[in-house]
């Protein structure tokens, strides 16, 4: 079993920043691969970013590209999300995940656990 923490969320403006946190327990972050997903209200949960647990490789959605940073602490394990620059579209319920899959998938069926999730809003 896994289980997944999300922190962090919250009000923010247009262009501010936000650093959310996702604590793992139940099985080390060495194994698979963690992603981050969002949930706006009518809209489908879409992939955000990924990171690879034994090279830390990471791949992004081309919306979030070179605004949003995903790293992972090991020791701690935690995963994280740098949200910088953000804008109202960004806001949503943010979702980690984990996967046994090294492959960094960006399709939520290949994600065995999910956390509850964190909100964040961005106002205009």
């Known amino acids: 079993q896994v289980q997944l923490a999300e922190s962090g969320g919250g009000l923010v403006q247009a262009g501010g920043s936000l650093r959310l946190s996702c604590a793992a327990s139940?099985?080390?972050?060495?194994?698979?691969?963690m992603g981050w997903f969002r949930q706006a209200p009518g809209k489908e949960r879409e992939f955000v970013a990924g990171?690879?647990?034994?090279?830390?490789?990471?791949n992004y959605a081309d919306s979030v590209k070179g605004r949003f940073t995903i790293s992972r602490d090991n020791a701690k394990n935690t995963v994280y999300l740098q949200m910088d620059s953000l804008k109202p579209e960004d806001s949503a319920d943010y979702f980690c995940?984990?996967?046994?899959?090294?492959?960094?998938?960006?399709?939520?069926?290949?994600?065995?656990?999910w956390g509850q999730g964190t909100q964040v809003t961005v106002s205009a």
């Open positions: 990171i690879r647990s034994n090279d830390g490789s990471t």
């Open positions: 995940a984990w996967t046994y899959v090294y492959g960094l998938p960006r399709e939520r069926k290949q994600y065995q656990y």
């Open positions: 139940g099985r080390t972050l060495s194994v698979g691969a």
